[in-house]
T-cell receptor, first 112, second 111 residues
């Protein structure tokens, strides 16, 4: 068990560019979650998957955001046409049945 | 949706002191976790505690689900305890999978 892995750790991009983040959950966990955290705030839920099915999406997840979890293993979060307001820490977590969440170290996005 | 309130928002302690952090929630829950966020942003799971009491070294937590609150106790605080402590809950109503976070308690332990 190597924990939840996220890549990259940091991403600086120009406004209008697309970015993609990757999350590798704990292998035996069937649930995977994406959160966003801005400075001074608690993490906010974006979306979650059970196996490969995306079961819930927040209203925060605008049309520019898309998440996938092919084959129920790793997941990707893509942001198209980035805006300065997208600058945040993007956190991934996974969980198994009846267990708590385990979070990754996050990807810090800066849009300039 | 379920509301989560943490208190106090900020706390400054002298090393060696004890403290209690509180989390109130507005509905029944089937998951409650306490996390410590370190300066690098990593959320470290402290306790998975939808009910009852647990202890881990200098930390302990109690959740009284019927009264909708949880407490995190830190004894003999150390400078490495500094950081933000979050309480997060999953509503027991409906069929949601998401954890809802409080705004956190920022703890500073001075040497």
């Amino acid at each position: 068990d190597t924990g939840v892995s996220q890549n990259p750790r940091h991403k600086i991009t120009k406004r209008g560019q697309n970015v993609t983040f990757r999350c590798d959950p704990i292998s035996e966990h069937n649930r995977l979650y994406w959160y966003r955290q801005t400075l001074g705030q608690g993490p906010e839920f974006l979306t979650y998957f059970q196996n490969e099915a995306q079961l819930e999406k927040s209203r925060l997840l605008s049309d520019r955001f898309s998440a996938e979890r092919p084959k129920g293993s790793f997941s990707t979060l893509e942001i198209q046409r980035t805006e300065q307001g997208d600058s945040a820490m993007y956190l991934c977590a996974s969980s198994g049945s009846g267990k708590g969440y385990t979070f990754g170290s996050g990807t810090r996005l800066t849009v300039v | 949706g379920i509301q989560v309130e943490q208190s106090p928002p900020d706390l400054i302690l002298q090393e060696g002191a004890n403290s209690t952090l509180r989390c109130n929630f507005s509905d029944s829950v089937n998951n409650l976790q306490w996390f410590h966020q370190n300066p690098w942003g990593q959320l470290i799971n402290l306790f998975y505690i939808p009910s009852g009491t647990k202890q881990n070294g200098r930390l302990s937590a109690t959740t009284v689900a019927t009264e909708r609150y949880s407490l995190l106790y830190i004894s003999s605080s150390q400078t490495t305890d500094s950081g933000v402590y979050f309480c997060a809950v999953r509503s027991g109503s409906g069929n949601t999978g998401k954890l809802i976070f409080g705004q956190g308690t920022t703890l500073q332990v001075k040497p």
